[in-house]
T-cell receptor, first 109, second 115 residues
Framework: GIQVEQSPPDLILQEGANSTLRCNFSDSVNNLQWFHQNPWGQLINLFYIPSGTKQNGRLSATTVATERYSLLYISSSQTTDSGVYFCAARQGGSEKLVFGKGTKLTVNP | DVKVTQSSRYLVKRTGEKVFLECVQDMDHENMFWYRQDPGLGLRLIYFSYDVKMKEKGDIPEGYSVSREKKERFSLILESASTNQTSMYLC??????????????FGPGTRLTVT
C-alpha cells in the first residue's frame, strides 16, 4: 500500500517566523488532506488538496501530484499554531486514508 | 458544517469491563472509521464501515468489535477491556471513496483509561 512520510518530525519556532512542512507519498493519490491536532486531541481539517494550491489565511498548501509531495506553509506563526500536523493520503479504489507520523510544531512566544 | 460527535471525552474503566464508545455524524456519510492514537505510533485504523451493517477490519482489530445499525451511528466495543487498550480513540466519517469530494472529518476523541 501507499507510504506517507512527513518531515521534519519536530519543529520549534519563534512567534512570527514562517515554516514549511513536507509530506511525501509513495504512489499516485486521489485525495490528500492536512490536519492540525489541537492540544485537546481533536483533528481539525486544514486542507483537502489532491493537487494544486490553496490558501486559508496564514496557511497555504501545495500538492504536486506528479512528483508525489505536498507542502504546508505557515506564515507569521502564532503560539496557537502549536500542535501536531498530519498529512494523509488515499489511493483510488480505497476507502481509507493512510496517515503520516506527523510534524510536532512548537511556537514559542 | 460537518459534525462528528463522540459520547465521552474522558472515560475510566476497569479491566474486564465491557466498554462502548459511540460516534454520531450528521452529514449522511456512508463511511465511518474508528482509530486509536498512541504516542510514537501515530493513528492506526481499528475498523471501518462503508454502509449500515457492513464493516471491514483495519490494521489492529484484535480485541475490538463494531456495530453500525443506523447510518449516522458507529459504535466501538471493547468486549473485555485490558490495560493495553488505554489510548485516545478517534472516530471519523467521510463520503464514499468513489465520489469526487472524499474528505474525512473527525470527532473530538475519547481518552480511555483502563485500570
Amino acid at each position: 500500500g501507499i507510504q506517507v512520510e512527513q518531515s521534519p518530525p519536530d519543529l520549534i519556532l519563534q512567534e512570527g517566523a514562517n515554516s514549511t512542512l513536507r509530506c511525501n507519498f509513495s504512489d499516485s493519490v486521489n485525495n490528500l488532506q492536512w490536519f492540525h491536532q489541537n492540544p485537546w486531541g481533536q483533528l481539525i481539517n486544514l486542507f483537502y488538496i489532491p493537487s494544486g494550491t490553496k490558501q486559508n489565511g496564514r496557511l497555504s498548501a501545495t500538492t504536486v501530484a506528479t512528483e508525489r509531495y505536498s507542502l504546508l506553509y505557515i506564515s507569521s506563526s502564532q503560539t496557537t499554531d502549536s500542535g501536531v500536523y498530519f498529512c494523509a493520503a488515499r489511493q483510488g479504489g480505497s476507502e481509507k486514508l493512510v496517515f503520516g507520523k506527523g510534524t510536532k510544531l512548537t511556537v514559542n512566544p | 458544517d460537518v459534525k462528528v460527535t463522540q459520547s465521552s471525552r474522558y472515560l475510566v474503566k476497569r479491566t474486564g469491563e465491557k466498554v462502548f464508545l459511540e460516534c454520531v455524524q450528521d452529514m449522511d456519510h456512508e463511511n465511518m472509521f474508528w482509530y486509536r492514537q498512541d504516542p510514537g505510533l501515530g493513528l492506526r485504523l481499528i475498523y471501518f464501515s462503508y454502509d449500515v451493517k457492513m464493516k471491514e477490519k483495519g490494521d489492529i482489530p484484535e480485541g475490538y468489535s463494531v456495530s453500525r445499525e443506523k447510518k449516522e451511528r458507529f459504535s466501538l466495543i471493547l468486549e473485555s477491556a485490558s490495560t493495553n487498550q488505554t489510548s485516545m480513540y478517534l472516530c471519523a466519517s467521510s463520503p464514499p471513496g468513489g465520489g469526487k469530494f472524499y474528505e474525512q472529518y473527525f470527532g473530538p476523541g475519547t481518552r480511555l483509561t483502563v485500570t
